[in-house]
């Protein structure tokens, strides 16, 4: 029994020492320097090798690098095989921060002391072909695949949240902000506000599971669609989805 137990350890360990694992194959200096090429030609910048990653999950390429345009901030490139697009987070890492502050500073003028959740439904920020070099942050905030959560709690019946629905939608888009997904969320007080976990930065979809829980009262949201587009036929009460959950 013991020599199977030795036997079971000293699996993963020839694995790694040999390479014969999916987890560690990939990373080849030539699949490496052919994505990178590939990311410098799509936003016009050159990388520079930082980080190759260990545990590769079997992709050909998974490197941070970093430019002379953002110091000191890391930028994964991504290739899981040869036959696939080369996803790379720069115009995140470029303009995520300007964008949320733009975003919520946006919100924050209609409705002061609200939380605000910027998430990139993308994981780890890819995007494939969706921006290049003559991406500009306007640029940005107007295409992409944003979904803005607006967290805040107060006396709102249905007609109420439609309203501020409708003016905060009004007010993001015609300053130069669009999205893919859009909510307000009402709580039940300033305590269950105050709960709710929020970033000072845009996560992606892995790392932000949403607002849920008992002490949301009352629910507004237009998913899946371009807020801007709502806003074109915003006198449909069809169109927006209302929820009470707590009378």
Request: glycine share 8%; net charge neutral; with cysteine.
């Amino acid at each position: 029994m013991k020599s199977c137990f030795i036997v079971l350890l000293a699996a993963p360990v020839l694995c790694l020492v040999f390479g014969g694992c999916s987890l560690v194959k990939g990373n080849n200096s030539a699949e490496i320097k052919e994505a990178i090429e590939i990311a410098e030609k799509q936003y016009g910048v050159n990388f520079n090798i930082k980080k190759k990653a260990f545990f590769t999950g079997g992709a050909v390429c998974d490197v941070i690098v970093n430019c002379e345009d953002l110091p000191g901030k890391d930028i994964r490139i991504f290739r899981f095989e040869e036959r696939s697009a080369v996803e790379c987070d720069y115009i995140y890492v470029k303009y995520g921060d300007l964008a949320y502050d733009r975003i919520s500073k946006n919100i924050r003028s209609v409705l002061p002391g609200a939380k605000v959740v910027v998430q990139e439904s993308g994981y780890n920020h890819f995007y494939g072909n969706m921006y290049d070099k003559n991406t500009t942050l306007d640029n940005y905030l107007w295409n992409n695949m944003f979904k803005i959560d607006v967290i805040t709690y107060g006396d709102y019946d249905e007609t109420g949240i439609r309203t501020l629905y409708n003016k905060l939608a009004k007010t993001i888009t015609d300053n130069g902000i669009d999205s893919y997904g859009f909510a307000i969320y009402v709580m039940n007080g300033k305590e269950a506000v105050d709960a709710v976990k929020t970033y000072e930065h845009m996560p992606d979809s892995q790392a932000y599971i949403g607002v849920t829980g008992d002490d949301v009262r009352l629910y507004a949201a237009k998913n899946f669609d371009r807020l801007a587009e709502y806003i074109k036929n915003a006198d449909d009460l069809k169109s927006l989805s209302i929820r009470v959950k707590n009378k």
